[in-house]
């Protein structure tokens, strides 16, 4: 039977995966970009633009912590919000009223705190697999929004204030400051490159490459001699901590936080950017957050009903791009003219010689 050459091809991971050099030259490339914003939006009418690329690089930091758990690991959690809101509300709750707090310890407290509720939930969830795992994560996701919203512990459903961004000292008395939003920009912008470089390290390495292996077969991996629920666990911590990093950054922002950061709908809209960017892929994880957060305020502004145009777009483009917006490249490249012909010759020398066999 000769296949059709015609027909469109859907890239495989292989063809998706650059090469190193490629790949690091597309890293920087967009750090460049990232880089250049602040220093050519200089006018105060282009503030807005700038919180909002710091919002996107933020979402972009939650997306790839969950993207460290579905596409690496394999585990598929609908309540990483959880751990994103138990940061943002340790930033309001540890930060003071009176005046800026120390930065460093405001991030080592909000870290803290989404990695131990990471780790208390993991050790449960992580009993549980398939649909059963994602109910439970749910579950306590849902747990953690209605302590934030039915009782005082934070102001309820009112939510709380933070009145002071705090300050970061560095090997000097005269400590940093984040109050102007160029200087928050850098922040967001340090710690997004701080995470990608992290997350490819962690991936790189021994326990990078044990995640990879169960998520393709736990059972193969148990039987080499792994224990699969130590590194399974030591992912969802991590995950829980880049995400904690996220709430940190986001609190610091808006200055208020609310308990709607902790609903299921949060965590849809970080697994719909995963899902959207390409599973697996750190700059999967980037373009979706990137993609998501600015079609949001673009269809926002075109109509108050902009949840039909999000949802038609992820539609049309899961149903194109089935490997994400990361994998534009390989279709191109697949459905390239030279590239046709290309597969025309190859399945014709392939037919050629089976029927010479």
């Not at 997306?63 to 309540?79: K, R």
């Not at 899961?318 to 390989?330: D, F, H, K, M, N």
Request: net charge positive; aromatic share 12%.
């Amino acid at each position: 039977m000769q296949s059709d050459s015609s027909m469109p091809q859907v890239p495989t991971p292989q063809d998706i995966r650059r090469p190193g050099w490629v790949a690091a030259a597309g890293w920087l490339v967009a750090l460049a970009v990232l880089c250049a914003v602040p220093l050519v939006l200089t006018a105060d009418s282009h503030k807005y633009y700038i919180e909002l690329l710091s919002k996107v690089m933020i979402m972009a930091i939650f997306a790839l912590s969950l993207q460290l758990l579905i596409g690496y690991t394999g585990l598929v959690s609908l309540g990483h919000a959880a751990y994103f809101a138990m940061a943002a509300y340790a930033t309001a709750m540890l930060a003071p009223e009176s005046g800026a707090g120390n930065g460093w310890l405001l991030l080592l407290g909000a870290v803290g705190a989404a990695a131990a509720l990471a780790l208390l939930v993991g050790a449960l969830v992580l009993r549980t697999r398939g649909v059963y795992f994602i109910m439970v994560t749910l579950a306590f996701a849902q747990m953690v929004y209605f302590v934030f919203h039915d009782t005082k512990l934070a102001g309820g459903s009112d939510g709380t204030y933070i009145y002071f961004r705090p300050e970061f000292g560095l090997f000097s008395e005269r400590p940093v400051t984040v109050n102007e939003p160029v200087q928050f920009y850098w922040l967001v912008l340090a710690a997004l490159v701080l995470t990608v470089a992290g997350l490819a390290l962690l991936l790189r390495s021994r326990f990078g490459h044990a995640l990879v292996g169960i998520r393709h077969n736990e059972q193969r991996m148990r039987a080499a001699g792994y224990a699969t629920y130590r590194y399974q666990i030591g992912a969802f911590v991590a995950g829980g901590a880049f995400a904690g990093l996220a709430g940190y950054l986001y609190a610091i922002q808006f200055g208020f936080v609310n308990p709607e950061i902790a609903s299921w709908h949060q965590s849809g809209n970080a697994m719909l950017m995963v899902i959207l960017g390409g599973v697996g892929s750190l700059a999967g994880a980037v373009l979706g957050a990137f993609s998501f957060v600015l079609l949001a305020e673009w269809f926002g502004a075109l109509s108050k009903h902009w949840q039909l145009l999000m949802g038609g777009f992820i539609i049309v483009a899961v149903a194109l791009l089935p490997r994400g917006l990361v994998s534009v490249p390989a279709v191109l490249r697949h459905r390239s003219p030279r590239r046709a012909r290309r597969a025309g010759v190859t399945t014709k020398s392939a037919t050629h010689s089976r029927e010479a066999a």
